[in-house]
T-cell receptor, first 113, second 108 residues
Framework: EAQVTQNPRYLITVTGKKLTVTCSQN?????MSWYRQDPGLGLRQIYY???????DKGDVPEGYKVSRKEKRNFPLILESPSPNQTSLYFC????????????FGPGTRLTVL | GQQLNQSPQSMFIQEGEDVSMNCTSS?????WLWYKQDPGEGPVLLIA?????ELTSNGRLTAQFGITRKDSFLNISASIPSDVGIYFC????????FGTGTRLQVFP
């Protein structure tokens, strides 16, 4: 089954404790991205990757890092989480950057205390 | 930067009613997309529009690309409980940008 998986689905952590949210897709997609969803703000792009070893900042990259060592995986790293990073995070993938059909993961709800 | 404003912010309707929501932008778009997010899941593409004035249907859903290219409308006819969720408009002219969302609640 074609899908995007994220782990963990839920995470409660404390300020400053490094964490990684994993994302994996099995569709051989070139383009992957991370979004955060906050009430009243819709989904905002954090980082994106057009292919292996190619990553770039989205609209709200501060406090986040990503890597794309393999085509299928695109982990999101929070080196020193802060409470304002409490949010719902989605990973997405598509065949290429301009592809209108983005496939989203199920989401990761992160709470930073 | 570009802004996509959706209205209404939320809707509470009775099963069987028709629903209408819209999205406006601060700039001209070449593409209008409508996504739906079911509770506890990621968004899924419903409809894509590519031409000003275009009207496209997907089952009970109909969306239109506004003539000015600065707005779009989504209508749902005869709503059912599984229509519950958040509906997002989006533009993919340069990069994918989402609107603020319309939360729909349907009561039996």
């Amino acid at each position: 089954e074609a899908q995007v998986t994220q782990n963990p689905r839920y995470l409660i952590t404390v300020t400053g404790k490094k964490l990684t949210v994993t994302c994996s897709q099995n569709m051989n997609h070139e383009y992957m991205s991370w979004y955060r969803q906050d009430p009243g703000l819709g989904l905002r792009q954090i980082y994106y990757s057009m292919n292996v070893e190619v990553t770039d900042k989205g609209d709200v990259p501060e406090g986040y890092k990503v890597s794309r060592k393999e085509k299928r995986n695109f982990p999101l790293i929070l080196e020193s989480p802060s409470p304002n990073q409490t949010s719902l995070y989605f990973c997405a993938s598509s065949r290429w950057r301009g592809d209108d059909t983005q496939y989203f993961g199920p989401g990761t709800r992160l709470t930073v205390l | 930067g570009q802004q996509l404003n959706q209205s209404p912010q939320s809707m509470f309707i009775q099963e069987g009613e028709d629903v209408s929501m819209n999205c406006t932008s601060s700039s001209i778009f070449n593409t209008w997309l409508w996504y739906k997010q079911d509770p506890g899941e990621g968004p899924v593409l419903l409809i894509a529009l590519y031409k000003a004035g275009e009207l496209t249907s997907n089952g009970r859903l109909t969306a239109q690309f506004g003539i000015t290219r600065k707005d779009s409308f989504l209508n749902i006819s005869a709503s059912i409980p599984s229509d519950v969720g958040i509906y997002f408009c989006a533009d993919n002219t340069d990069k994918l940008i989402f609107g603020t969302g319309t939360r729909l609640q349907v009561f039996p």
